[in-house]
């Protein structure tokens, strides 16, 4: 499996953004796929996850309310709806992949990663 994301830009603060993780692969659907993000000289940090079907979605506390993460594994894509977008959103965004849903919380664990698109939230 292979991801990568799309969708980044630069909005103004309280606007909208949807980001886009196509997986290649006939195994996508059974993946869990996570969101993380990178700030300038911070260290990447766990946004939020997805289960291989669905059912199950988790969030930072820091964007919990305003982002949810969905899927469609017709399409082999996961989506980010970023909504009242702040410019402590500001960050490269990555989307990453795990068998086990559980594991998507370490940066350090995830093995699977898609290449990152940059969200900039101008105030």
């Known amino acids: 499996v292979q991801l990568q994301a799309s969708g980044g830009g630069l909005v103004q603060a309280g606007a909208s953004l949807r980001l886009s993780c196509v997986g290649s692969?006939?195994?996508?659907?059974?993946?869990?796929v996570g969101w993380f993000r990178q700030a300038p000289g911070k260290e990447r940090e766990f946004v939020a996850r997805?289960?291989?079907?669905?059912?199950?979605?988790y969030y930072s506390g820091s964007v919990k309310g305003r982002f949810t993460t969905s899927r469609d594994n017709a399409k082999n894509t996961v989506y980010l709806q970023m909504n009242s977008l702040k410019p402590e959103d500001t960050a490269v965004y990555y989307c990453?992949?795990?068998?086990?849903?559980?594991?998507?919380?370490?940066?350090?664990?995830?093995?699977?990663w898609g290449q990152g698109t940059l969200v900039t939230v101008s105030s």
């Open positions: 990453a992949g795990d068998p086990e849903y559980n594991n998507i919380m370490l940066a350090s664990n995830i093995r699977l």
């Open positions: 997805i289960s291989s079907r669905g059912g199950l979605t």
């Open positions: 692969g006939r195994t996508f659907s059974s993946y869990a």
